[in-house]
C-alpha cells in the first residue's frame, strides 16, 4: 500500500487485522525449491562471529525484530517474536512515498542449530513472494545470519521502476546485515 503521508499507528494496527484473513499475494511455492519460475531468486548470508553467546544474541534480536534497518519499521500486533499466521508490515518511506508491505508468517525454522521465519507477502504488498531470515550455528562454532527470498515486483509502480525497487532490496539486504552484525557483536 502507497501513503502520500506517513500513515499513523492506530490505522496500521487498524489495517493488520483486517488483512488477518487476505491470501497470500502468490502462488504457494518453498524456499527449499531450487526453481522459482518467474521470480528472483537471492540468497545472502553473512558471518555474525562464532559460539553460543553470539548465536543466542542473533536468536534474540531476530526475535525482536532488529534486523531491520534503522530507515525502517515493522508494524505489528505482537510485540516480539514471528508465530505462525502473525500479520506484519514492513514500513518505508521511499521517493517521498511511504510504502506498507503486509507479509504473513508462514512457518518457524527452528532446529538444534538454526533459528528463524519464513513469511509470505499479502496482496497489498509491493512485491510478490517469501523471506526467510534465519540465524545458523554451523559445526564449526560459526554463526551465520542467512536472508533467502525468492520475488517479483507486484505493484505497478514496482514493475516500472524495476531497478530502483531491486536497489532498494539490496539495500535492505546490506543494511539488515551491517544491524545483525552491529547488534551481535559480530566482526
Known amino acids: 500500500m502507497m501513503y502520500f503521508l506517513q500513515p499513523k499507528l492506530d490505522a496500521l494496527r487498524a489495517c493488520l487485522i483486517a488483512w488477518h484473513e487476505e491470501p497470500l499475494s502468490y502462488q504457494r511455492h518453498s524456499l527449499e525449491a531450487e526453481n522459482h519460475p518467474g521470480f528472483i531468486t537471492?540468497?545472502?548470508?553473512?558471518?555474525?562471529?562464532?559460539?553460543?553467546?553470539?548465536?543466542?544474541?542473533?536468536?534474540?534480536?531476530?526475535?525482536?525484530?532488529?534486523?531491520?534497518?534503522?530507515?525502517?519499521?515493522?508494524?505489528?500486533?505482537?510485540?516480539?517474536?514471528q508465530v505462525v499466521g502473525q500479520i506484519v508490515a514492513m514500513v518505508v518511506q521511499i521517493c517521498g512515498l511511504w510504502w506498507v508491505n503486509p507479509c504473513r508468517v508462514l512457518r518457524r525454522c527452528d532446529s538444534a542449530r538454526t533459528y528463524g521465519f519464513v513469511y509470505g507477502t499479502l496482496p497489498e504488498h509491493a512485491e510478490c513472494g517469501e523471506e526467510q531470515f534465519l540465524i545458523r550455528h554451523e559445526p564449526d562454532d560459526s554463526v551465520w545470519y542467512v536472508i533467502r527470498a525468492f520475488s517479483r515486483p507486484r505493484h505497478w509502480l514496482a514493475w516500472l521502476a524495476f531497478p530502483l525497487a531491486r536497489w532498494w532490496q539490496c539495500r535492505f539486504v546490506r543494511d539488515s546485515q551491517a544491524v545483525m552484525v552491529k547488534r551481535t557483536g559480530g566482526h
Open 42 to 81: 537471492d540468497l545472502h548470508r553473512v558471518r555474525l562471529g562464532e559460539g553460543v553467546e553470539v548465536y543466542q544474541r542473533a536468536c534474540m534480536a531476530l526475535d525482536q525484530w532488529e534486523m531491520f534497518p534503522s530507515w525502517s519499521s515493522v508494524a505489528r500486533l505482537q510485540p516480539k517474536e
